[in-house]
Each structure stands twice: as C-alpha cells, then as structure tokens.
C-alpha cells in the first residue's frame, strides 16, 4: 500500500489520473477479489516473492481456483500442508504439478538459477518433513540449499562432522523438536544469523512443541531468531530474505 | 517404618518386649516431636544421610531449636537456603557455624573422609549459587566434587576443554537456566547418570526456569534425569546416593 | 568425540595416521550415514549400550533399514513405542523378532547374564504399560528386575506388603499418573535413587501427564528425579547405568 | 432470598403485610448497605454462621466499620489475613480483639460449646499458617479441633504413629505444598471426607501451589475434594457443615 | 493398615498367633493379589464402601476378570466409564449386568434402602452424563439422590424454582462447565456442603474444563469444595460420605 | 426472573391471584420443563431474541423434539454447530429447514425486515466459517449485514480498500485466528464499538485460538472487547443488542 | 487515517492542494510529535474522544508535556493509573489538577452535560478501583453512570435487590474478580448489552485475574463480551459507546 | 571450535606443533578462565562482535573484572541491563565510561564507521527501554540506525508517516507489548527480514509478555523471526548480522 503514493497524485495533478482512478489505485493496490479471498498476483513482481498457498484445511473448490489462478499468472506455483487427496484434485487441472508426501509440498516449478547459501539442519530424522518444506521453499524463492539431517545435540559429533559445511552458509535454519537445543550449539559455532524452527516431534511435556520454543526463545547463544512451531515455510521465507540481501548486487547498496 | 518388624515381633514373643512397647516401636520408628516439628534424628545411623535443614521461611526461635537439637544429636548440621540474618542469630548459639552467602549454605562440619568423584557443571556464571548448593551438599554428605562452570552450550568448545576430567565421574550434576541444554550435550558425551537442575536464571520467556524445565526434560539423550527448579540440594543428594553405590566396598554387593 | 584425541595426535606426530585420517577420525567418531538418519554402531562397544530404536512415527521402509542394519551388526536390537503392525512388517525380514503389545517393544535378544537389582513400582494397573517399556528395556540392557504393581498411595497397604523386597534393590523405578505421589512415599522408605515416571494416565486436570510430573518434580522426599511422562525407556536406561555402577567389578574403581 | 416467600405472600394475602412492604422483604432479605459494602448480619440467625472478614486490601476505616458492626451486632467477630497493622488499629477500637500472627487471625470470641472432633493435619511445617487459619475457624464456629502437624508423606511413619487418632474425627483437613500427596495417603486410611487444602509452600515448579492443586485434583483415593491455595478458611467451614450434620440431634433428620 | 495392630501384637503374645502369622496380617491387611491388580475385597465389610470399577482403558480379559471377582465376592458391583463394547463383553459373563450408555455405568446391583437426600444440580443438558454418574454412584452406596437438571445460573430463574426442594438435601453436588458459575450460587443460598464438579463441556477457551475448574476452586461462597474435571464418581462418593454422617444412628456418636 | 413481582403482589393483595399461584409466577417465570433441557419459550415476546439452540452434542432424539418444540412455537427456529447428520435427522420432522455446512447453521425463519449496519470481517478465509455463524445470527435477529472477507493486517492494503465501508457500520465483528491483529487495526479507524472473535485457525503456538484471544485482550485500541474463541453466535448477538440500540425508535429513549 | 482521501485527491485535481501537501495530508493525519511519544490532538474532533493518558510508567518530565500539551489543546484531559507522586508532580504545573486514590484517575475536566445511563456493578468491595475506573472514564466521555457495588453472586439476593434499576440501563459493566461469575447472572437479566471486567481481586489459583477471564470468556449468557483484567478504562470506552449510539439524536441514522 | 583442524594437525605432522600444543589448541579454542567466567577475548578478531557483558545479578567485584579485562583487551566494552549502581561502581575503575538509564546500557565506544540503515521501530513510548537496548547494541556492533517510536496499529497513521523511511532499512526491528501486533503490519509493507521482540510492557492478561509473544510466533506474514521477551540485545545482535552480509564488498561472495 502507498507505494507509489507520490507518483499517484502527481498523475492526478497533471491530468494523467482521474480522481476515481486515483482512488482505486490508493485503495486497491493490486489484488484479486476472488469472493473467498484475495490474491496478490503482483506480489512476485514487487518484492520477488509470490503468493504461496497454504493448503491445510481449504475447502477442494477454492483450492483448485487458487492454484489454477496463481498458475495462469506465474507459470509456477507453491502449495504447502497439501494432503495426498488435494494433489489428487489438483492435479486432474493442472498435470504437472509434482507432490512431495514427506514435506506436504505440491508445486509447479519454473527453471531458474539458484544463488547463495542456505543450511537447513535437524535435529532427528522426524523433524525431516518441516525441514524439507524449509528447504523447498528456500529453493522455490531461488536459494541454494544444503541439508544436514540427524545433527542432534545428544550426539554432538555428528554436528561436528559437518560444521565446516555448515559455516560456509549465508544463513542457518537449525529445526529441533524435544529439547529443541540444536540452534544455540550452532550459533555459538557460526558467525551468520541461525534461524530455529521449533517443532511437534515428541511425546509428553514437549506438549506440542512448546518445549521447543522456549528453549529455543531462551537461547544463550548469539545470532537466535525463532518462528513459529513446525514452520518450516516461514524460515525458508526469512533465510531467502537473508541471502538474497547478502548476495545481491553490489549495486544494489552502494552508498 | 516396618524396618525391623519381624524383630520386634519376636522380642513380643519371647516377652522381651511389652505389647506396649511393640506398638510404640512400630508406631513412632524414632523421631522427636518438637512441637512444631518432627526430627528424624537417628536417620544418619540408618542410611547415612543426617536429617538437613531448609532454612527459608523458617521463624527464628523455630531454626535456633532445630540447629541446636541437630548439632547436639550429630556434631554436624547442614542448612539451605538461610540468609544472613539466619546466620547472625544461629551464630549466636553455634560460635562455629559457617556461612557462605554465593550458595545460602549455614554449616558445621566435622572432618570424614571424601570418596569417588561427582562433576558439577554449569551453562553460565549466574547458575554458581545452586551449583554451591549441590556441590557443598554432596561434600557434606561425603562425596568429592569437581567444579566445572561456565561451561555451556552456546561456547561449546568451553565444555570440551574440559570433557576429559568430567568424564572421570561417577555420576555428572549439570545445572542451566535459559535454554537449559547443557545436560543433553553432557550426556551425549559421558557413559554415567547426568542429573539436571534447571534455574530460574534468565528472563522473559524463561517463566522463572519452566523453559530450563522442560528442555531438560524433554533431552533425546540417553542418562538424563531432573529435579526441581533450583534444586541444587536434591541434586547433591541423589548423586552422593548414586556415587555411594558405585564406591562401596565390593563386599556389600557380592551375589 | 574426542574420545582418543590424544591418541590420534600422537598418530599423526608419528606418521601412523596420514592428517586426512585423522581429521576424519577426529570429525566422524564412528556413526554410520544413512541418507535420513545417523547410526552410532560403535555405542555397544563404546559403552555397553546399543543404539535403540524410536519406532513411533518412522516409516516403513526406514524401520526395516534400521533393525537390518543394528541387527546385523549387533545380532540383537531393541525398538520402543512399536505397533502391531511395525512389528508386522519388521517380522518380515527378521523372523525371530518378538512384540509385546501391553509395552510396544519389539526386539530380539541374545541371552546373557542379568545383573544387580532394579525395583519397577507403579501406582495403578493402567501404569503397567510403561512400566513395561521400563523393565525391559532394562534388562536388554543386562540388570536384573523385579516388578511390583497397583501399590499406589491411595491403598497404601499394597505398597507395605511388598516394602522389604523393594529395599533390596540398587534402584528404584517409580511408575504413576494422576497424583503421581508413589516416588515420595517410596523415596522416605528406601535409601537408593528413586527415579520417577509421570504417566499419561488419568482424565480431566491431569492435563496428560503434566500433574503428575508437577507432582514428582516437587517431591518433598530425599533421592527422587524425575524423567519425561511416560518415559519408561528413560528411567530403564539411568536405572541401568546406577545399578552397572553399584555391581560392576571393584577393581574398576580403586582409588 | 425467598427464604420465606409463602409466609410474605400469605401476609400480603391476609392484609398484615402491604405490597411495598412485601416487594422490600422479598429484595432486601436482610443485609446491611454500608455504601462501600452489604453485610449479612441475620446470617448467624439464619444458620449458625456468623460473616466472616477477609482483611487483606481492606482500608483502614472499612475495616473498622465492618468490625465495629459485626461485634456490636453478634458480640463476637473472626477476620482472617489480617496484618499487625490493621490488628493495631481495629484493637484501639475493639481493646478485647486478639491476634494470632501465625494465621493472621483478628478475632473476639463467645465462649460457647465445641462439638465433634475435626482433624486439621499439614505436611510440613511450612504449612501451619494455613493449617491454623483453618482450625481457628472451625473453633470459631463450634467444632472441637484436633491438630497433627508435619505429618507428610516423605516421611510416612510420622503419619502412621498418628493414624488412630486422625480416624477419630467426624472429616479430616489435609494440607499440604510442594507434591501435595498428604490427602491421598490419608483418604486411603480413613472413611471419612477429606477436605485437601493446597499451600504455595515451596519453590521452582510448584508454581505458587498450582502443583500441590493439581496433585490433590487427581487424586486417585476416595473421599478427597479440594479448596483453593491456601484457603484455610475454607476448608474451616465446610468441615464444619460436616462435623455438624454428623453431631446434630438425630430428632433433626428423623425420616 | 495397622487398624488392628495391638490385637495382632497381643495374640503374639498370648501366643494364639504365630510371628510370621502375625507379620503376613500386619503387612497384606486383605488384598487379593490378581498379577496385574490387587482388589480389596473386605473394603465393603470394612467401611460399607465396595471396591468399584474405572473400566476405561481396561483391557477385555482384566475386566471381565475383576467384574467376576467382585460380583461373587459381594453378589454387586459397579463400573464407571464403560462403554457399549465392554458391557457387552462383561455381559457374557453376568447377564444380569445392566448398561446406561448416558452415563457409561455398568452395574449389578441388590436392593437396599436408601437414606437420606442428595440433590444432583447441573448447570446444562450437556453435563446430564456426567451427573448420572455422580447420582447412581451415590444410589449404589445407599444414598437417595434427587436430580435438578438444566438449572445454569444465566437463566436463573430456572434454578430458583427448585430451590425450595433443593435446599432440603443433606448435601447438594453442583455440575457445570463453560463458565461454572452454578456452584457459587447454589452455595449462597443452602447450608450444606455444594460439592462443585467442572465438566469439560464447552468449546475454545474452556480448556476442556480447565476454566470451569478455576470458577469454582475460586469461589467466594461459603461451603464450596471441588473434584477432577467430570468425576462425578468422586463427587458421588463423598456426597454418600456426608450424607451417611448426617443420617447415621444418633448413637454412633454420643459423646 | 422478579419481571412482574409488583404485579404480582396487587394481584394477591387485590384477590385476583391466590398465593399458591402467585407462589409459582414468582418461581417458574416461564419456561417449558422437557425433562432433559428446560425451553424458554417467551424469551423472544420477552426481549426479542428467541431461544437458539447449540447442536453439537446433543443426542438426536433430544434436538428433533427441541426443534420441534420451538418451530411450533415461533414458527422459526435457529441452531448453531449443526452436523450433516442432524440436519438430515431434524429434515424429516421439519422439512422446510436448511443448512449452511459453512457455518453448521441449521434454521427455518421467517420472512421479517433487517434493520441497521453490522459489518462482519475476517483475517482470513479459513475464519470464514466462524464470520458466518456471525453474520447469519444477527440477520436471524434482525440485523442487516455486510461481509469483508480476507482483510488481514499482513496485507493492509486489503483492509484499506474496504475500510469506508466498514466505517458505515453501527457494530463491527472482527474475526482472526493466528495472531489476531485484526481487531486492533479496525478499531483505531472506526467509532463504533468492534467485538472481537479468535478463531481457532493457525497451528502451533496458536494454542486452538489461544493466541488470537490474548492478542485481542490485550489490545491497545480503544472500543474492543471480545467472545470467546470461535464464538461467532455470542459475537452476533451483542452486535445485534448494539445495532438495535442504535436503530430503535428515538421515542424509546426520550429522557 | 484515509479519512477524507477522496476530498484531499479533489482538492489535487482542483489545484487547491499541492501534491507535497496532499502527501502530507494523507501521511500526517494530524498527530503531533512530542519525540518520545505521538499525541493525537484531534481526536477529541473527529471522534468525541480525546485522548486518554495511560500514566502508569512514564517518566515525570513526559508526563508533565502530555498533560500540559493535552489541557492546552483540550482544556481537559484524563489520565489513569496514576500514583500520589504523579498527581504531586503534575498538580505544579496543573493546579487545577484533581486526583482519586480509590481509582488512579487524575483528571480535569470540563463541565458537560450528561446522557443516557451506563449501569456499573461489582462483586465485592475489592473491585470497587476498577470500577471507579471505569465510572469515571464514562462520565469524562459525557454518559451518565449509575453504581451498584457489592451484589456479586455468592449473596444473590444482594444483585436482585438492585436489578430493576440495572435494568434501565442501555449498558451494563460487570466487575469480578475471584470465580467473576456476576456477568453470567446479569446478563440472563437484562437485554442489553454487558461489558465483563474480570479483576486480579482474590489470591491462589485465581492467577491474577486469569481464572476470573476465563469464566467471562466462557459464559454461557447471551449478550456478553469481557475486556482485559482490570481494564476499567476499556470498559468505559466501549460502554459510552453503546450509550451514544443508543441515545444520539435519531436524524443521526435515518435510512 | 575446530576452526582450524586441519591446520593444526598439518603443524603436528610438519613437527611445527607438538601433540601437547596441538592438544591444547583442539581443547581450549582461546578464551580465557577467570575462575567464576570464562571470557571469550578473541572473538571480536574471529567474528567483528566483542564479548557483551549481561550486567543483571553480576556481583560488584566480578562485574568491574570483567569490565576492565574486556576493556583492556579491546578499548571499547558494552554491558546491557546495567544499573545505577553497577554504573557508580564501574566509574569508579574506568571513568570513561557511559550509562544510559533508560536501556541500562553502560559502555565505552571507540569511533568507528556506521554502515548500512537498521530500521528500530516501537508500537508505544514504554517499548523505548527495550529499543535503545537495540538500537545501540547495533550502534556499538558498526550499525546505522533510524528510531521509529510511537507507531503502534491502533493508530496505523503513525505508522504509515514513516513507511518510506522505514523501507529504506536492510533489516527492521519491531518492539510491540501488549497485542503486540506491529510486527505484522510491518511486515507485510517491506520486503527485509522483520525482527520482532515482545516486550513485557501491559498488563492483566499480558502475561508479562507472553501475549505478545505469542502474537508475533503466529504471525501470518512473512519475514517475521522473534526473539526472547524484552531481548532487545539479541535482535540489535541479528540485525547486524543481517545489515553486515547485505552491506560486505562484494568480492566477499563472489561464486
């Protein structure tokens, strides 16, 4: 909203803009009423980040018309939480889309390079589903991806096996369940921001993945940020932020 | 209670002992009533372990009483918990009481021999007052201790300087507020029990040590086990307890 | 890690070790990668305590990997939290595998020599499930167990007729859920670690466990800690290591 | 309210009472507007239970008003929680009133018969405050109480060498901090009810008494219900509706 | 335990019991050991309550078993939380079994006299299930149980036109989720013990339960005591224990 | 209750209503006794609001009868939490109803004029459900309604496009799971008082709505206050109190 | 903000208003800036709401400017939460300044006329600060408030003493703390709206007023919403405006 | 740790190193052991971030060790949380030194380029403590930084005045209490990394910053992490990190 405000009413001073259209413009700013909800098809344009549906609990209908709009729009599409059922439904419109069960990931990839450095490490093999849809996602905004699975604290030898890997990223998503302890050992080893992802993996008074984020909120360690429980989505979102910002154009920030 | 029913049940039999005197030895199993209080004062003869003193919240007249009947009974006497105010008025009765202010220790010692090795750990220096607590503990109740602090996880090369010598133990206390991670860490790395105290050191989302809680009980390693919040004095209990079994003479366990 | 840095180092100094070795030896520390996970086949040599496997949540072909790979190399593995049909599906590659449905656990087992003594108490009949995760997991591991059931606090008697045989151990298990007072009552009656199970058992403000982890956590009585709720693999592996400390050979510890 | 509603309509009826005067009686029903608050002064009258003060955050000048009040109108009057201060400034108005710091007791009292036989017990020590606010209220009302204090469960011949006489009483007081198990050990011994008062005794994860609630809730023993933290008073009253119906005159109930 | 401990002590010494003879009664007291439980068979004899059945979470054959044991132990009994499959299982067995899928009670049971009055209030239609537990548990044990259902405080009108018939039982139990309000309101207006059980009726911030368990623990009427979260057995237990005292023969308590 | 008391005494005083009668008018105020639920069939000639009915839960038999019994008397009638196998159950006896699978509202209602201007906004469109049980609640009630759909603060600029419109409004519903912001953001742009209603949406942290609702209790904005979590008939019930507030006639409320 | 966009783009078009003081309008939106802090000075305009003072925690010298630049523009001003001190400093610089300990408001304020009626009731005397907040916040906003104190639930007839009164209000406010039951019972009363208030009033398990929200949050009445604990300034807000709406000029809202 | 492996093992095997030394090196990683801490003196060489002081708890004699041994060792020093005294004391050894009471930061800086544009935003003027925290943590690590205060969403004007500057930034930090929704507002108008930390600013149901905590984990824009409640060190911490890797030369990652 107001991005272009200025340039808005200069239109409107010169003549180039009635004040209705104006009006639209500051108000509408580019989204797509669908009567369900509202897509930002020019979302990828502005800031390099397309719409991203997340699948968990629409109904098959709307769905299919998301994926089918966001499609027709940007040759590409990412949906994740999606359901065996839902690849099903979607891909009778849309016969490309590939489906990954492990990660609940359902998309349509364009070709485009890869840039940077992202490392995606878990704790335990059960925290392999939020990393993939961490990893997947970073790779869909065009990061670079190495993964580091089963790299636990309680077997600390295994981290250590792969630091010198691990520190040549840009960025870390470090995703734990239980103890959830695996982010401040890394950040006291890295000189990049480290960003946890807390999850539901485990039993009792992990009540739910809880135990996980305050453990990881609580952090002794240097260079911590959190997200939310199992949201492997979120932190590919932010560490593509982060590489694209650390492998951007020198020109890009000149001063 | 029912330590030695048979016995006394036999004594009955052969009338050594009254009808009485039976119910009363089973009934009361030796404590004395103060009153306010109930004292267990031949338990040092029965497990070796004097009855200790939680001296917080405790009223004046009430600690000076207890102190005095314990040093009377046992020449040794452990308080946790007091404060200066507590020290300055027990003083006045027991000249050679001593007080460490760091871990909130009131004691009178006599000299006993030391055996085995219990490591007390700690993430951090705020941590040091309940590590005291533990440590003094142990001590008092006859075991060596070996201090390892500001040894946690976010600098882990802290604690691998000093893995060879914790490693030695016989049992390992490891103490953390925040994220509380170091157990897991510890345990990764030695083959003997790992007792957790989670601290209230931190702020924010640390809820007063529930965070340190639950990550310690939440650890995927293998050996760990927890005691309250703060609980440096249960620690050192269990881990003399553990470090007894493992340097008793082999006579008492011969099968 | 670092098990034998010294050794590796003096290798190298010597020419025994080429640096690439001994880097490798310094980093990998014997795990073995799977792709989706990180076996650590060395850990029975290591310490006497072979990897165990999670089941719950693991896929199929994962599963069957894993019990493959620990058999082969142990010639016996242990899997905890199995269902029938896991069992269904390991049964078939590993014909001599054994479930026990009340625990889950699915193993195959050498014979060998049992050991000391552990105590397994729980409060209620409903209990019996992890104290059975417990118990066996413990004796896999070569210690000897006895079972006492149903004597929780509210019959108190139940526990007294059985207090003498519980004495005798070098351990105690305490096994409850709703109130979770069975390891106070027992820690004031036995001089050994009590260590503590809160289980899942109960209905309304048991809020799945969490009261009766409070509960324990918060024990009045000398010698408790306390594991995750319905941990019996946890207690059985401490259990396990205290009663190795308190039988193993004394010339393991001379001073 | 409509205590009496027949016998106002039938004096409507009969003409003795006018509808401005039965319309008054049906919505005031007797209590006493003091602008800052309504006392109940007829209650004793009603059933045997005078009003009770719950000094703490009370003003000065309320709360001697409201003791003013009810000792002119009952000649006798019980506060609870009240702090030497407001002892000091209700006393130069009432010099009879007695205060006992331990339970925070501000009362002036009738001699008058004591009925029944409650038993009020506590774990520790730490918990007599409490345990004093109850007993005193029960006095207050009529009961005959009978104290047995540091009884808990850690140490359980402590309870056991008291067990016959705590049998004696008509309904039982159990209160306790920390693990909170005194309730269900003391249910399972005696047939009468057990009223458990929780305390915020203790530290760390007793979260203020939460633990202590929690333990007493889910209790697995019959007979047990439960109060709020350290509500003595509470607990007082209810096991004096108790001890009543137990010793009223049978003509009372006869069927 | 110990009930008879100077009659065994002095038959010892009369020599009419022998010591081990003495020591299995001081310490088995009358269970029945049945390997995965222990039933306490003489409880009935002992104090009029018999021993009943949780049946939730039993498996097929224990349940079956224990109804067997009890039924020919006392020709009734009496099962809690049962559901449609176990009656039929159990009716196998003893077809005279009767089933009320309300309320899950599984019962035998013979005809006896009822004394006294209890009165079952519930704040909904929705707590009805877990007040017929409440009320046929209080009419096994003997007790007449009279039901006000649907009598919520937010149409209190509703509760005022039973309060008459309500205000004559000897003991009022109160049930109600959401917002629990029922209990404080009904204790304003008796003289009796309201004994308050939270339901886990509602939705959202309820908790299941959790809310309406905090209403009434902190309730400012008088004579207010809680049970667990929908345990109308427990609260039908005491009710029947209070109700037994104010009906019993005047001269079981002449002083 | 007490609507008419004085009408009630002149009548008794005046002989038209004997004080039996008047005894009843006083106590049962209108409701209809089924036995298992209590109906109150004047509420909607009372206060203009009919009694609706919360399906979920009820056993089928009940909720046809329940149905019944208010489509005879109001010849509408309005449930919320509607199954598919209740609409189809209650479609046999009143075949004129319908059902929203939306919002789980099953209804039959009469042809009646909307008054006024309550705007019903969602952060999402998972919220959608949740807005409906909203928004048709109030139009059963009588309220007109606009819908604006998807306006989350994550993209302001949806809202901003709506916001003149939902400035018309006399009442605003916010509805928003996850973190709940909505509520805020229109509250700081309108006058009018805003109820805000967590939604249940997210995953996580969100604790089932929990989040959402802390968020909105804790809001800076002035003019919130707030239902509980997925609460959206409570919400159109107080929007429609509010809108008939601000539409009645202005004779209403001459001072 | 965005408020008259549509005139500011006219006046661009007309050439009125520059583009860089059209940007301006739309960005500004009259707020003033102070530095440390944004005062919106006309909002008193716009809304009939002037900006409130949240004191509790700012810094004297900031306060002192807010007031005084506040009562400058205004020439009355309100603030909540302050402390002796703050009335102290201020009152230099103010001397018209006036000050209520009960409540915390320091305020000056202007002569106005009164509408409508706002009913404030509360539980017991302990909640009466709040209530005095929110009293006086309405009366500053120009409603007119009827108090009605101590008629919480536990002495009912206390409320139904008042309730023909309460019942003229256009809006009701409920104050509780403890079990908060009173907007339960109020609101089955009235048809207008009731604005819950839940209060940190009580101790133990009341959490600081979260038992007492969740009550209000859970009810069952119709016609409720709650606001934060102790937000009697909230309360106020909304419930002024509902009063405006109720009782503007009715050319206010033709259609 | 292991930074350098391969080179020392290199040495050793050159003979350059002696196994002792090497040990040494694998082992102690440079810090440096003051008894009660261990300080980490070369990490400002290793990474451009100087160890920070956490000055909360510390005790006199150890704060002033620490403070003047960093400062010898880097000329500059910043300590967070520091109070009046701590200040007084440290002064008094290093008289250079600064304190800021409102972020409690007490420092010596040396001069040094400010590169790349930090955006610190707060939602209200109570946040400020926790922003200067932030903001000069940042400061002192070489960041430039802009002061956004003031600009909560319940006045989304506010923050919309200040958007275009606020793009500007590599990375922005939003502080927000209560709702604690300026996160997401934020978040969803610029296209870097949103740091956000709840502060423990509110009140009643604020849960000293859990809420808003919990606000900003269930976010629902992108490019939003979360740090502890009140950590307004670690996101300054974060946030250079990130401004650094968007602002290094770019021959630093040239592929």
Redesign the interface.
Known sequence: ??LH??KI??G??D?LI??EE??NL????S?EEMG???L?CSRKQ????GEVVFC???KDE?LIQIFQHLYESEKEVLGTRASQHQYEIVKKQLPDITYDSTSGILKITKEHPL??NIAVCT????D?SVAEEAAQTAEFFGSRVNRF??????????L??K??AIREA??VIAIAG????LG??I???V???V?CV?T????????????????????????????????GY?AG??AT??NR??????SD?T?
């Open positions: 909203m107001l405000t200025k009413l200069e409107i001073q003549g009635s004040v104006g009006l500051l108000k509408k700013d989204y369900f909800a509202k930002d502005r800031n390099g980040f968990q609990g629409k709307h840039i940077g704790a335990g093999t059960a392999i699975y089963d790299v636990g604290v309680a077997g600390i030898h295994h250590f096996s630091i010198d840009s960025c239980m103890e959830g302890a401040s050992v950040a006291g080893l000189d990049v921001p960003i807390p539901s993996v485990g039993y009792g008074a992990n009540f739910n993945g809880l135990s996980a984020l305050l453990t990881m909120i609580n952090s002794c360690a240097n260079g911590i940020t959190v997200v939310n429980i199992d949201n979120g979102y932010v932020q982060i910002l650390a492998y951007r154009q020198q920030h001063e």
